[in-house]
T-cell receptor
């Protein structure tokens, strides 16, 4: 079993839809949770991160962490075709900068 | 501001050859990370440096891989000898805090 699991997709949604992207993990010691967006043939781009539990909002993006369920989510409101990309979750424990990445979910937003 | 710079962007080499990938981190960032991305295994951390010192190299697959950071503005990842299974995209990332990591555009390596 991988430490971080992520559905590869692809996930296809119409423009304007609310998108929910998720990761599950097995290591209860993870404290830092990141979301990256990666366009084809580009490097990952940091979207947002949260520390420990709770929610964080940034524009159209909301990140949620449920440590009791070992489950994190990224919500995208009013999705746009430009949001079409692969979304990677990543997480780490305190005391190290070694992130464990999910394999990514490919999202397609249809105009 | 310039982001993380990697060179070359593409590298095609024959099995057995030495490959050197280069990275220039963002100025002022004191942590540097080397990652490898493949379809099968996703994005994996190979090694990271803090203040030019290797901190964790547990992800380096075997002795054929080595990384150096001689100063705060330059790092190399070397593969010698290269093998077809090393074909992947190699990313360099840098960070001030270690938490927020900024990735370069990657080097696409093909070993034939």
């Amino acid at each position: 079993q991988k430490e971080v699991e992520q559905d590869p997709g692809p996930l296809s949604v119409p423009e304007g839809a609310i998108v929910s992207l998720n990761c599950t993990y097995s290591n209860s010691a993870f404290q830092y949770f990141m979301w990256y967006r990666q366009y084809s043939r580009k490097g990952p781009e940091l979207l947002m991160y949260t520390y420990s539990s709770g929610n964080k909002e940034d524009g159209r993006f909301t990140a949620q962490v449920d440590k009791s369920s070992k489950y994190i989510s990224l919500f995208i409101r009013d999705s746009q075709p430009s949001d079409s990309a692969t979304y990677l979750c990543a997480m780490r424990t305190s005391g190290t900068y070694k992130y464990i990445f999910g394999t990514g979910t490919r999202l397609k937003v249809l105009a | 501001d310039a982001g993380v710079i990697q060179s070359p962007r593409h590298e095609v080499t024959e099995m057995g050859q030495e490959v050197t990938l280069r990275c220039k981190p963002i100025s002022g960032h004191n942590s540097l990370f080397w990652y490898r991305q493949t379809m099968m295994r996703g994005l994996e951390l190979l090694i990271y440096f803090n203040n030019n010192v290797p901190i964790d190299d547990s992800g380096m697959p075997e002795d054929r891989f080595s990384a150096k950071m001689p100063n705060a503005s330059f790092s190399t990842l070397k593969i010698q000898p290269s093998e077809p299974r090393d074909s992947a995209v190699y990313f360099c990332a840098s960070s001030v805090t270690g938490t927020e990591q900024y990735f370069g555009p990657g080097t696409r390596l093909t070993v034939t």
